[in-house]
């Protein structure tokens, strides 16, 4: 089977795509023309115009139909591989039970002027979200759930007063690489507060995070679109529970 793939759209291999974007001109003929240019300067063949509408004063939405002229090689593609095993809410409560011999403690927010707590909500609370429950449904899970806006020193305090296992900051907001700031701010201050025996596990999550920036941003890991609340419950058993036996 080949490894090498381009865009489906009519027929195999066509290279086929559609692609949305604003350009800053306002609605008129030449505006089409910069769209088509802009379209066949990113590798679109023979792009068309398929939608053009004035969002504001000054702006233009448009959405560009044309194909491909890029190849992906499928072994050339780097992501970061699920490294451990999905749990049911009762393998993780049996693994927590028998294995630490305590409740873990779980701290989650939205760190900065994040207001948005629909992600770590989705996660936490008992409501869950894709039909599963959210973390505070797992019995041997005790879990905090500071809320929206909370300054990165107020969620090490509570962290560190907590004594948290694990730390779950959602961040949505984005605009100049927000989240990017913010999680590093909150990486540099769990370092300086604590040494690196006793500092919780640091997750973050959102839409627009690279999963393989982990290292970069000083967090252990980073969860983006899709993840469902036994996925982090799998991945702390992995790690504070399973991992560390193992090392013991």
Known sequence: MSRIVRPYGDTTGDGMVQLSFTLPVPHDKRAEGAALQLAA???LDGAMLVHAKPIGDGYTF????????????????????????????????????????????????????????????????????????????????????????????????????????????SQVVTQKDAHLHNTREMAAAFREALPPGRRPLLVVGGPRFDEGAANDLGVDRIFTRGTTPSDVASYLVHRLVTSRETAA
């Open 41 to 43: 300067k990113m590798g």
């Open 62 to 169: 448009f959405v560009v139909y044309g194909a491909s002229t890029h190849l992906v090689n499928l072994d050339e593609v780097k992501v970061v591989e699920k490294d451990y095993p999905h749990l049911s809410p009762k393998e993780v409560n049996d693994a927590i039970r028998e294995r630490l011999g305590r409740k873990l403690c779980v701290v989650g927010a939205c760190i900065g002027t994040d207001a948005h707590t629909v992600g770590i909500d989705a996660i936490l609370n008992i409501k869950g979200v894709a039909g599963e429950k959210g973390l505070e449904y797992y019995r041997e899970l005790r879990v905090v759930n500071l809320g929206a806006q909370v300054a990165v020193p107020d969620l090490v305090n509570r962290a560190v007063d907590e004594e948290a296992d694990a730390v779950l900051v």
